[in-house]
């Protein structure tokens, strides 16, 4: 698996040679504002007047998170716990996956069939920073951000030359190695990394009939190298990317009356992306921006039930946009393109694409700013769509702002709705088949001053035309659009600094997901928590003269109900973890985290139908001791 990656060796040998600087170990902070949209691989700034919460990968420990545990410590994110090796989904305000728009550095990453982001391929390492957008925004980055949307930016170039080294060990054989080198060759600045993961996740569990088992087959391995180059040719400041990565992961399967052990099931995936993003500012008032990226997967499985399967997946997009300022209005028309291929023996071979023309207007007349967007998609498999988004901030004082937004969304069926296939059942398409479709809205104020902020906001989104799973004869099914639902709730934060050595932040979020007509209105859609909470204290003293960083985090998911009558739910999880960090010297900085110290198992996913139940089992207590370096 690791020869694939062999070609970027010399350039990594290359870049070896430069002077190091020091290193210092990394520390997650939420900031609730936009940053600045002009920053590559950037979107926040896209909506500036949506609730957007960026997490900030900074300088100054508290020990390594993961990105999945950096993701669930923000407000009306829901990203359950599975269990090591399974791939759990990742949604925002009561939103499912699918309606949750992923993207590395602005570059879709979301699959046409549907299936799930594995967002433990992208370790915080290779993390910049992480923008979450939340609301119905398919106006401003198309199909399927109804729910929001979560894109991963990684570091770019510095012109410096260092290499930072962070090592990673762990219970149940948790292996992390990343080198992250940057240099520069005159005025091109490169960077360029390299990451091994590997986890066993051979964690016991305990089944419903008192006994105790193994978990196996839950294994994790993975490669990854990200390789940039920025450079300023005539003007255009330009940003290449190039992501690697290739992963082998077990297939363990799930328990319960109708689960099934899967302990010989494999699942190859080789990733691929290369994007060019490139601007220039002919003055204060006009500026440029081209995209293109190509991003490819390919799937190779390995299961009892069917063989092995391979899927390919291609996406081409292009985007040409131009910004340009009249005083206080500033317009931002901008043309996409988009091709989506896959090709496989159960999908056969399928494309379709879309081009979009949207226009951006922003009015600021200094206390407030209003946003407008206006996006026609002309897809090849649909009609064509219209979606807006509409927004307001009002800088009410130096310390106040009040937000408001209403915008639609929607979301294509996946290649999965359309041409599913299956080994036990007898799949029957439904060319009828439509989009979903939302329309969201949300108000709240946010509060900024030196030593405390804080922020609500109340949302409502009506959803139409969902899609789920039918079966119209026996050992038979097909995908049709029934139902209509509603999400509704308020989420929160706020942070102290009550010393200059002492910070507290948490956030809480309540959100009511429900049907609202047929046979289950007024039920809450299963698998989806009402409520989550975090708590974070951290304690910055100096010891021997150096920083230290003590940190305990407290994680609360409310259980889910595991059937639409509602008559059944999971239990309450309470997560507490505990960290510590600090600098030996210059060039060096130790941490230890403890996750779970409470040993709570409570099974986060559990499944109940007429044909039986499954779920999923969690791990109790585990370690972790880190050593980052600069050589």
Do not use: C
């Amino acid at each position: 698996m690791l020869q694939r990656l062999l070609f970027s060796l010399p350039l990594v040998w290359l870049l070896m040679v430069a002077l190091f600087s020091p290193l210092l170990a990394e520390k997650i902070t939420i900031v609730a504002s936009p940053i600045d949209e002009q920053r590559h691989g950037s979107i926040s700034g896209n909506t500036p007047t949506a609730f957007t919460e960026v997490i900030q990968v900074g300088s100054s420990a508290r020990g390594l998170i993961d990105t999945e545990g950096a993701l669930r410590i923000t407000s009306s994110i829901d990203l359950p716990d599975y269990g090591g090796g399974v791939t759990p989904p990742v949604s925002l305000r009561g939103s499912n996956f699918q309606q949750t728009l992923i993207m590395i550095d602005g570059v879709v990453i979301s699959p046409v069939t549907g299936d799930l982001v594995d967002l433990s391929l992208y370790a915080l390492p290779l993390v910049d920073r992480i923008e979450v957008i939340k609301g119905s925004t398919s106006s401003v980055y198309g199909k399927s951000a109804m729910g929001g949307v979560i894109n991963i930016v990684t570091p770019r170039p510095t012109f410096r030359n260092n290499l930072d080294i962070t090592s990673s060990q762990g219970t149940y054989g948790y292996s992390l190695t990343n080198a992250v080198i940057n240099t520069h060759l005159r005025e091109v600045g490169f960077l360029a990394s390299l990451t091994r993961h590997v986890s066993e996740n051979d964690f016991l569990y305990e089944r419903d009939d008192g006994s105790t088992i193994r978990r196996e087959n839950n294994h994790v391995q993975a490669y990854s190298t990200l390789t940039k180059a920025w450079f300023d040719l005539s003007g255009w400041e330009t940003m290449v990317t190039g992501f690697l990565i290739d992963q082998e992961k077990g297939s363990p399967g799930s328990e319960g009356s109708s689960g099934w052990l899967t302990p010989d099931d494999e699942v190859f995936t080789f990733r691929s992306s290369l994007s060019v993003d490139t601007r220039k500012a002919f003055d204060d008032e006009t500026t440029v921006l081209l995209r293109a990226s190509r991003y490819h997967d390919r799937v190779h499985a390995q299961t009892s039930y069917s063989g092995d399967t391979w899927t390919r997946l291609t996406t081409d997009s292009a985007g040409l946009s131009f910004t340009k300022l009249f005083g206080r209005v500033e317009f931002r028309p901008g043309l996409e393109i988009l091709r989506e291929k896959i090709s496989s023996v159960d999908y056969g071979n399928r494309s379709r694409s879309t081009t979009s023309a949207l226009l951006g207007t922003w009015i600021d007349f200094e206390d407030v700013l209003f946003n407008l967007t206006v996006r026609r998609d002309m897809s090849s498999a649909f009609d064509p769509r219209w979606n807006v988004h509409a927004g307001a901030l009002w800088r009410v004082s130096e310390f106040l702002d009040l937000r408001s937004n209403i915008g639609t969304g929607y979301h294509e069926p996946t290649m999965g709705n359309l041409y599913a296939p299956s080994s036990w059942y007898v799949f029957i398409p439904n060319e009828d088949l439509k989009p979903e479709t939302s329309l969201g809205w949300d108000v709240g104020p946010t509060l900024t001053f030196t030593h405390f902020g804080a922020g609500i906001s109340y949302f409502v989104t009506t959803y139409e035309d969902l899609i789920r799973m039918d079966f119209p004869a026996e050992m038979s099914f097909t995908y049709v659009n029934v139902d209509k639902a509603r999400s509704s709730g308020i989420e929160s934060y706020a942070w102290v600094k009550a010393h200059d050595l002492v910070k507290l932040s948490g956030n809480y979020s309540v959100n009511r997901f429900t049907y609202a007509n047929g046979p289950f209105k007024s039920n809450d859609l299963k698998h989806k928590p009402s409520r989550i909470a975090s708590l974070i204290v951290n304690i910055t003293p100096h010891l021997l003269h150096r920083p230290v960083d003590i940190s305990l985090m407290y994680l609360f998911r409310q259980g889910v109900y595991v059937d639409k009558e509602n008559s059944a739910k999971t239990g309450n999880r309470s997560i507490l973890d505990a960290g510590f960090s600090a600098e030996l010297s210059d060039d060096a900085t130790v941490s230890f985290t403890v996750n779970n110290i409470l040993n709570d198992t409570t099974r986060e996913f559990e499944d109940r139908s007429e044909w039986g139940s499954f779920w999923y089992p969690v791990s109790g207590r585990t370690y972790r001791f880190t050593l980052q370096l600069a050589l």
